[in-house]
Structures are given as C-alpha cells and as structure tokens.
C-alpha cells in the first residue's frame, strides 16, 4: 500500500517577502464553513490569545457570528487565498479530539508551511503526521499548553522564523504537488 497524502502546488504556495512584525501578532486561521464548525468550539481559547494581546484573523466563506471578542474576518477568495496566508504571523489548527477529526488530513498546516508560516496545531489526526513538534512546528494540547505555545512563538522572531523556514522544507519535500504525483505516478 501506499499513501499518497494531501498536497499543495509549492509553485504556488511560496514563502511572501520578509515580513516585520508589527506590534501584535496575527494568528490566523483560514478555511470553509464547514471546517469553521471545528474552530468555534474553540471560541474560549480563541479569546484568551486575544486577551493576550493576539490578533485574531479568520479567513473564510462564512463570518462566525458566536464570537463576543474582537476578531477580524474577511471573505475567503481563491483570488487572494495565498496573499491572505502571507499575513499570518502565526497559522492555527485547532480540532476537536473526535473520531472525524482523528481522521482529517492536515491541509491547514500545509497551507501554512507552504507560505512559511509557523504553525500550531491539535496534536492529532493528520497533524501528527506533518508536524514534527518543535522542528518544523508545534503541536497543542490542552487550552493551557494552546496558549503557552502561541505565545512562545509571537514572543520569539527567531524561532517563530526558524519553525516556518522549517515547515517550508517539509511541504517542499514531503507534501508538494510534485512529489505526491511522482509518488502517485509509481
């Protein structure tokens, strides 16, 4: 058997130019109603990285309209969907520990690390399959240990630049459309 995973085109999804970080940090997060229905759940978590002084940035077809803090969103468009990931400081993937969720492939983080962006996700499903934790990105996973590591990273440049740089070179490598049709063509 063999398992030819998601992948993205790395022609495409490229690095932006060296961003400076402004004074906060955007984490983000991007993907469609029906992955949004993961995300609010984490509506507590998504507050306590506000209250940290985060930026919180949702990108998607559907605005959440459960949320009492403050939180930008903007409208998902295939136009502009790699741009968009460009200006995330830091990627999320939070999910559920559910058996659906077990099962879901990590094109989030692929996404991110694409664009290399850091990225956190829930240390299940196919996260932990891309996710080296602390080499080529971090794995959550309680709400205590989600905030610790959000905010390790938005407070370090370096290692916030070392995990994208890192997680760019695992889609290259692992995760590329290239890749994943040589591997489907064997």
Do not use: H
């Not at 060296?18 to 984490?42: C, D, H, I, K, N």
Request: proline share 6%.
């Amino acid at each position: 058997v063999t398992a030819v995973p998601s992948s993205v085109d790395t022609k495409v999804y490229t690095p932006g130019p060296e961003r400076g970080r402004g004074s906060q940090t955007v984490v983000g997060w991007m993907g469609s109603s029906t992955s949004q229905a993961y995300l609010e759940p984490f509506a507590p978590l998504l507050q306590r990285m506000v209250q940290q002084g985060l930026i919180l940035r949702i990108i998607s077809d559907r605005r959440p309209t459960d949320f009492d803090f403050p939180f930008e969103w903007k409208a998902w468009s295939a136009a502009t969907e790699v741009e968009d990931l460009r200006g995330f400081d830091i990627g999320i993937m939070p999910l559920p520990d559910t058996e659906w969720a077990r099962g879901k492939c990590a094109m989030k983080i692929l996404q991110y690390m694409g664009v290399g962006v850091p990225s956190i996700g829930s240390a299940l499903g196919g996260n932990l399959e891309v996710i080296k934790d602390g080499e080529n990105g971090l794995l959550a996973t309680s709400g205590d240990d989600w905030i610790e590591k959000v905010t390790r990273v938005a407070r370090d440049p370096e290692l916030a630049r070392r995990l994208g740089a890192a997680g760019r070179e695992t889609v290259v490598a692992r995760y590329s459309s290239d890749v994943c049709a040589d591997r489907f063509a064997e």
